[in-house]
Structure formats: C-alpha cells, structure tokens
C-alpha cells in the first residue's frame, strides 16, 4: 500500500508543472507582484529576485520583460496610477451638468474604494519627489483625468482652443487627488465630503470660466521680463 501503479510512493511524486502563460498574461502577472510588494516595503528593500520568485517566474524572464527593478518599478507605478475612470455617455447639449458631474464623481470614488490600497500604494509612491520619471508618470495620469473631466462637462472642443481651460483643470485634478487621500489614507475627511467638495469646487470653476476667458491672455515670459525702452 502507498504505492501508485508505477511502484512509486507519494513523497516521489513528481512536482507540478508550470502552466505556459502567453507573454502579455506573463507580464501582467509580474507587475501584479511587483505592485504588492512595492506597495507594502520601501523601494530599497525589494528585490527582482523576491518578485520573480513571487511571480513563479525565472530572474532572467523578469529581466527580459523589464530590465532592471526601476524599470519595473517605473511600470508598477505607472499601472497603479492608471484607475481608469468608469465611463460616461457623451455629452449632450441641455443635460444636466451638475448630475452629469455627481454622476461621474461618484463612479470614481466608488472605484476608488474598491482599489483603495492600490490608489493609495501609488500616491505613496509618487509624493516622494524629485525623480522626473515619477513627474512624469502623474502628469500622464493628470492628462488623462483632464480628458475625461472635459468630456463630462462638455468643454472638450473648447478645451482643445482655450489652453486656460485644461491649465485650470489640471489644478482642479490635483485637488481631487490630494482630498482623495485626505479620504482613504489619513480619515480626515469622510467620502461624502470629499464628493461635495469635488462637485462644488468643479461646478464654480464651470460657472467661472467665462470670467476666465475674458481675461487678458498672460504674455510670454520673454514679452514680460524685457526691459521698458527708454523715455
């Protein structure tokens, strides 16, 4: 007894073997490691060794994929900041922009809330400052939260003429993102409350726009540092 047809016992049992998984899938399942350990130790104190064990992969697999660990980092943060917003019919004249934008609103914080400890790992890991590639990475995810703002209030066209218009909604997105964590990490604020503020702060900007655009164009730098011609 103990012994399988082959004469062999249970503890000669051959190990599983590794599933083949497609390179995109492969990748996917890297980063999905590499963001849960960045996102609980400090940068400094992971591994590629660790996240190719963790990832059930070779070093040299994890290295074909990403090179070196601040490449993959780079990508595990980039992925982490890339909540992508839930999406919203386009807009039409004589809707309802204040619902239109609780709607929108909503939908984000409850995604939000369901990704809270990747949101807040990559906040975390972009606050740091001073690295350019971090910059970089919340600008990307700034423009694209500018994108969608635009298309929820209906000022995309507009936004595409009016540099002003994006400028003040890219204020308007580093807000959001900085209640957010007032929201999820310290407990400062509750999700209601940042939802009105968000919604009260975004439909004054919209009522204000006219005001802004009325206003006199900022000239260069170079037009406003040259000196005055003489008397």
């Known amino acids: 007894m103990g012994q399988d047809a082959t004469g062999a016992g249970p503890e000669e049992a051959a190990p599983p073997r590794r599933v083949r998984k497609e390179p995109d899938e492969r990748r996917d399942q890297i980063l999905t490691c590499a963001r849960r350990l960045f996102s609980r130790r400090p940068y400094a104190e992971v591994s590629n060794t660790e996240i190719a064990a963790a990832a059930g992969v070779s070093r040299g697999l994890l290295n074909h994929y990403f090179g070196t660990k601040r490449d993959l980092y780079l990508a595990a943060v980039s992925q982490m900041m890339s909540v992508p917003p839930i999406p919203i019919p386009p807009f039409v004249e004589g809707a309802g922009v204040r619902e239109r934008v609780a709607q929108s609103l909503d939908a984000w914080l409850?995604?939000?809330?369901?990704?809270?400890?990747?949101?807040?790992?990559?906040?975390?890991?972009?606050?740091?400052?001073?690295?350019?590639?971090?910059?970089?990475?919340l600008e990307e995810g700034r423009d694209r939260a500018v994108d969608h703002m635009t298309e929820v209030v209906g000022l995309t066209p507009l936004s595409r003429d009016r540099p002003e218009i994006r400028a003040a909604f890219q204020g308007y997105a580093a807000m959001a993102v900085a209640t957010s964590r007032e929201w999820l990490k310290t407990g400062r604020l509750t999700r209601a409350q940042v939802h009105l503020i968000l919604q009260e702060v975004l439909l004054n900007l919209i009522e204000h726009f006219p005001r802004l655009l009325e206003d006199e164009a900022p000239r260069p730098p170079e037009d406003a540092a040259a000196p005055a011609s003489p008397a």
Do not use: Q
């Not at 369901?114 to 350019?132: F, H, I, K, P, Q």
């Open 110 to 137: 409850e995604l939000l809330e369901r990704n809270r400890e990747t949101w807040v790992a990559a906040l975390d890991m972009t606050t740091s400052g001073g690295d350019e590639d971090l910059e970089r990475i």
